[in-house]
């Protein structure tokens, strides 16, 4: 069988690309020689936005981009895609209070219409955005989204591969060269495929991807990394922090199963494998949010952490924070085609595949088709998500509304699918704790490529903070025992 794409990496933008071709009625097969989203793309804020601070780089195209993007996906995903209030506190900050509120009215009106509330100024009455923080703050509200970034690139997968796509994981390319009118690949599980077509979105590892092609880019490849702490909650509510820092940078502080998230940094890197959180960045991100609220942290205080490394395309900006957050498509067409992909962000990935479809679809004699602006990702063809959460709870009341919440968040329509014949908590299966239960672990493993149980609880439900070490060690030993290979 010869494919018409052989895409290299399983991150948000494989994944989309891979849904979008697939649609189209290609013949896909995407590799990922990890887990899906087990890099950068489960490593990002969580955000669906437009990008804010973009707006001070003069990326004006960027930020409608993915504002309209935004909007998109508010409506295509309301289960793991839902609006978010953020405060953005405005004492001793760098920036003069006349030039953020005109920068907020434009953030307001560049995407068009939007079914977000617009920004405003923060009110005496805003007692719950208001209360965390310190002193007596004047700033402003305004909205973006927020999302679970492993999970959005799992769906992309999951709707293309239920539409022909072939999706292998733990599958890495080992070499790849032009023959005839096509590629020539080899696989490490020791396969030989044929493609017409080949795209590089291999992220961070995009050159190390290229060099196994033997064609060389024109395009460049910055890597940034940028690092969150998770600590105990340090504030009530679902709304986020914007908090500006002397350094001009801006840090996050976002609710994160029960506790607060605070990120990111932007530090060069030499490697992908430099992903790591290291002691400098969690005193620099305690000290960003210690500026602005009441209590008061310290490393000894971070739960978890996470690093990423952003593969941002190298426009010659000098500060790593400076760099473009906007995305490249380089397609050498001197043979068979080869698209690779360079920077980009989880928000706008959708309209980074439509482009690279389009940008393949002559070197390939094909239709490419606007197929996914409209389109409902799995398990998110409802009306409201407050409705549906609703017939949730009143369908399955035993489940108890945290888990049910997060269940419907993860799932959407397809919980029905997932519950289907069960009356109780018995019919899960053995349960493992947080909430955790054999049924949805076997859902993972057969129907969204967990082939571990760091998988399971890191990417495809995160409840990896909420069980203990013995929970986490009993269901280490089932999946041993359950799946052996």
Known sequence: MTYDLLIIGGGINGCAIAREAALNGWRVLLVERDDL??????????????????????????VAEALRERERLVAAAPHIIRPMRFVLPHENT???????????????????????????GLRRGDTAYRAPLKGDPSGFVYSDAYTDDSRLTLLNAVDAAENGAEVL????????????????ATLSDGREVHARALVNAAGPWVSEALALTGVNAQAGVRLVKGSHIVVPRLYEGDHAYILQQPDRRIVFATPYNGQTAIGTTDIAVDRPEDGVIDADEMVYL??????S???????????????????????????????????????????????????????TARHLAEEAVGKLAPALGRDAKRVTRDRAFPGGGMASFAEFLAEARRTWPWLGEDRTLRMARAYGTRLSDLLSDAG??????????????????????????????????????????????????????WWRATYPN
Not at 105 to 111: H, I, N, V
Not at 286 to 291: F, K, L, M, Q
């Open 286 to 291: 305690c000290e960003a949010a210690n500026r």
């Open 37 to 62: 989203a087990s890099h950068t793309s489960s490593a990002s804020t969580k955000l669906i936005h437009g990008g804010l601070r973009y707006l001070e780089y003069y990326d004006l195209p960027l």
């Open 293 to 347: 609220f009441r209590r008061q942290i310290a490393p000894r205080d971070i739960t978890s952490a996470w690093s990423g490394v952003r593969p941002l395309y190298d426009d010659g900006a000098g500060a790593a924070a400076e760099v473009t957050r906007d995305y490249v498509l380089e397609l050498d067409a001197s043979g068979p085609a080869l698209l690779s992909v360079f920077g980009g962000k989880i928000t």
């Open 169 to 184: 994981t733990r599958v890495a390319l080992t070499g790849a060269r032009r023959e005839g009118d096509g590629w020539r």
């Open 94 to 120: 760098v920036r003069p209070w006349l030039l953020v509120r005109a920068g907020l009215l434009l953030y307001d009106r560049m995407g068009g219409r939007s079914s977000l509330p617009r920004s405003r």
């Open 424 to 477: 109780d908590e018995d019919a899960l299966g053995e349960a493992f704790g947080a909430g955790l239960t054999e049924r949805e672990a076997r859902w993972a493993h057969d129907r969204e490529w967990a082939r571990s149980p760091e998988d399971v609880l890191e990417r495809r439900t995160k409840l990896g903070l909420a069980t203990t070490t013995g929970e986490k060690t009993r269901f280490e030993n």
